[in-house]
């Protein structure tokens, strides 16, 4: 079996990555509260430990190990390419950057972010003139830039699953809509009947197929 050092111990680049990955995010989010920060840092949390097993150490690759070869024993689990896990078990064999999950993986990682990126511009120009941010995905979703995350952590965990960033999704997730609770309480305190009639007629996280009809016909 190949020694797992050639592949991985690459501790520079769990560092670039993750640092490329949060500055990035950092500049379409722009974290101004407590609440922003904490729900950066759990963000950040998630992407330092995806990189630390993509690069570092491969935690997943070690518990699974014995799973792995006698299941599919054709497969050099310790090379690098082959934790892309569901390209190996769904039997990809070609290079898993240009299989069907990385396509997908690429596709929610990008859609997240448009959507932190387009969801703060909103937000920032509602802010500055005192009002309910209600336009551009706020007219679809209240927590836009929550789901933009979300979308960003699925998109990983498709392209490279781990045992730890497995657990720590649900629980971000939750901690995700916790938040967006606490503020909307602050955004009903502040907007009494305007939130109301929002909080009415847009959803929180999944928007509904009709509303576009809606709006085509305002």
């Known amino acids: 079996m190949t020694d797992p050092g050639t592949a991985y111990g690459l501790w520079l680049l769990v560092f670039i990555n993750s640092a490329v990955f949060i500055i990035f995010a950092f500049s379409f989010f722009k974290p101004q509260t407590s609440r922003d920060w904490r729900s ?93 941010a209600t336009t551009g995905p706020y007219s679809r979703i209240r927590h836009p830039q929550y789901v933009g995350f979300v979308l960003i952590m699925a998109g990983f965990l498709v392209q490279w699953p781990t045992l730890l960033t497995l657990a720590m999704f649900p629980v971000l997730v939750w901690m995700y809509a916790r938040l967006a609770r606490a503020e909307e309480a602050d955004s009903r305190s502040r907007f009494g009947d305007a939130w109301d009639r929002y909080a009415a007629d847009v959803p929180a996280f999944i928007p509904q197929r009709w509303s576009s009809l809606v709006g085509a016909n305002r």
């Open 40 to 132: 950066f840092g759990a963000f950040s949390a998630f992407i330092v430990a995806l990189f630390t097993e993509m690069y570092g150490f491969p935690l997943t690759i070690f518990f699974l190990s014995g799973w792995l070869q006698s299941t599919w024993p054709d497969v050099d689990w310790f090379a690098h390419d082959s934790g892309h896990l569901p390209e190996m078990m769904f039997g990809w064999r070609a290079n898993p950057h240009f299989g069907p999950f990385h396509f997908l993986s690429f596709a929610l990682i990008g859609g997240g972010f448009w959507l932190i990126s387009v969801a703060w511009h909103h937000l920032w120009s509602a802010q500055r003139r005192g009002v309910l």
